[in-house]
């Protein structure tokens, strides 16, 4: 894809989010309402149902229940990352004045108050998952606080604004105190602070990940430590075939879910590999786990399954991250940036709208066109500025030898 096709795909979201104001619906947002809270009246399965209905119908109910919009936090990490990434691309003044929008987003919702350090919660809305699992908006969890981190860090070096590298440090301490756990001899890290029934392998790759953005500031030897066994855990994981499962629990049941988490796990061993002692065995995991995700999840003209085998709906989700996930790689690996560029040719052309956002879900003859904030337009301004970023990359490297 020609680099003004992504900028000008980059700028018509760019517009639509702007026009938004970031307040936008979320897939599993069915409890943010007081007709759906009554509705459910506290039972966790009704919960479930009214969430997982609202989450597949193409049909938005969300305006007669009265389910407000919401600015999302984890959006807001994500859209932070996105404009970091433009500020070294476009350098367009409008992207570093959205970056520290953000980043004071970010401060100014921190739960430091109620916990004493740094840390969020990845949503605005409360959430109950398909076992029984509780999020709120006042418990921070991994997700929320590792990609705060990473959008933290991301804009002190683009601003030098002392108090989003501070704030990272200190929510770097959270993780490390609190989420770090032991089962079976292997080191990981918890998805919430509660005592979980279980491993969720891609909340350890999110925790390595800010871990690496934490290694960018300063490579303290506690930090290294922590890094080096989240590494170790990760590779443990990995199946025979190169993949990984979503969660395993204490009782051994085993949750197979092949998708966009692959992508995460990926992203944090190769932002790791760099700072690994010993990296032939990192980088033979990493060439198995890119193998299986590019031959399981994709279609050759740049389409994904849904959860492999199942190939609709194409999730936007999943097209975001394999963009995300090739562009990172093809640093190890030129061949696969155009694999990356295929996809978000791909996408661009079938699920952006011409108004500028991205469609969340795709059929063959017809597509959920409900405008998610953080699942469809913050996964895709982060997927094609970082696209962009390697391409520019790419574009120096050739014209310089």
Known sequence: MIENDLIKSVGSLFNWVKKEGYYGWDP???????ITTKMCMGNPYL???LIQIGRISPINMRPILKIQKGIDLKGCALFARAYAEMCKTVRNKIYLTELCKMISFLND???KDKYGYECWSSHYFPYTGVDKSRLTPSTPDVIGTSQSIIALVEGYMITGDEHAKNAALDAWNFLSDKFIESKTNKIFIKYTLGNDNRI???ASAQGLEAGCYILKLHQDRQTKNICQKLSRFLVSMQGDDGSWKYSIYDDGRVRNQLDFHQGFILDALVDYL??????AELASCIENGIRIYKEKMFLRDGRSYYRYPAKYPI?????AQGIITFAKYSVLDPQYSDFANQIAKWTITNMQDRSG???YHKWPLIANKIPYMRWSQAWMMLALATLMEHLRDEYRYTNST
Request: proline fraction near 0%; charged fraction near 20%.
């Open 357 to 359: 956002y991205f469609y």
């Open 109 to 111: 919702n921190s739960l």
């Open 47 to 49: 919960e479930m149902m």
């Open 200 to 202: 969720t392998i891609n």
């Open 315 to 319: 999730d936007i989700h999943n097209q």
């Open 28 to 34: 599993y947002d069915a409890l943010h309402g007081l």
């Open 274 to 279: 760099k700072y690994a002692d010993s990296k």
